[in-house]
């Protein structure tokens, strides 16, 4: 059975990042659905919400085994994870540093904080970050650029993967027919993550802006 029939995908047989990840993991079986998700790691715009869920309807019809897909989906979100990871250790702190510098409205000590506080909790991070969406691929950069030891990094992108994977897999392989629902739900939660994270950037350059113009008062 071809996963882009009709029936599996009435809204876009043809077309689409569903379309697109249907034709890979119907031409290639798991391997096309681990490479789907590592690009979705390098590329955020793929959601996973969309491509995980039809990877288990997928095996729910048969196209490939539901071990098959936990694996391979795992193993493409840890490559695409380790891509990150060394993009961020090829910036470096120097150069992070560097670039910090030039931004406005920041100060050196803010990324000092920052990497003070990835010291302390940068496992928890890394982990748990594996299951919020978006920050779930741009976790690996600061975890490169702090150089966290590889083996660790490895261990804890494998382990937060597999139970976000596995959520999003089952959910399409139980699911059946109404796989798509579940992108409905996790969209809704991006949405949610993305908007508190506007909302902090405001904030703290509202906080920022508000201290320089008091500090120009006082001088002046």
Avoid at 134 to 142: M, T
Wanted: aromatic letters at 10%.
């Amino acid at each position: 059975m071809h996963l882009t029939h009709s029936a599996a995908l009435p809204e876009e047989p043809a077309g689409g990042i569903a379309g697109w990840a249907a034709g890979l993991v119907d031409a290639m079986g798991g391997p096309g659905a681990g490479l789907a998700i590592a690009l979705e790691n390098l590329f955020p715009p793929l959601p996973s919400e969309v491509i995980l869920p039809l990877t288990g309807f997928a095996a729910g019809q048969g196209v490939l085994s539901l071990a098959s897909a936990l694996f391979w989906t795992t193993l493409g979100s840890v490559v695409g994870a380790v891509a990150l990871y060394w993009i961020g250790a090829g910036v470096g702190r120097a150069r992070m540093h560097a670039a910090w510098a030039k931004l406005p409205l920041v100060k050196a000590s803010d990324l000092v904080r920052t990497e003070e506080w990835f010291a302390r909790h940068g496992t928890k991070a890394v982990f748990f970050g594996r299951m919020v969406p978006v920050f779930r691929s741009l976790i690996s950069v600061p975890a490169g650029v702090e150089r966290m030891p590889l083996h660790v990094f490895l261990t804890l992108t494998a382990l937060g993967s597999l139970i976000w994977n596995s959520v999003l897999v089952m959910a399409g392989y139980w699911l059946g027919d109404r796989w798509e629902s579940v992108g409905t739900y996790v969209g809704l939660a991006s949405k949610v993550v993305l908007g508190l994270a506007v909302v902090a950037v405001a904030t703290y350059v509202f906080v920022r802006m508000r201290g320089s113009n008091r500090t120009g008062n006082r001088r002046s």
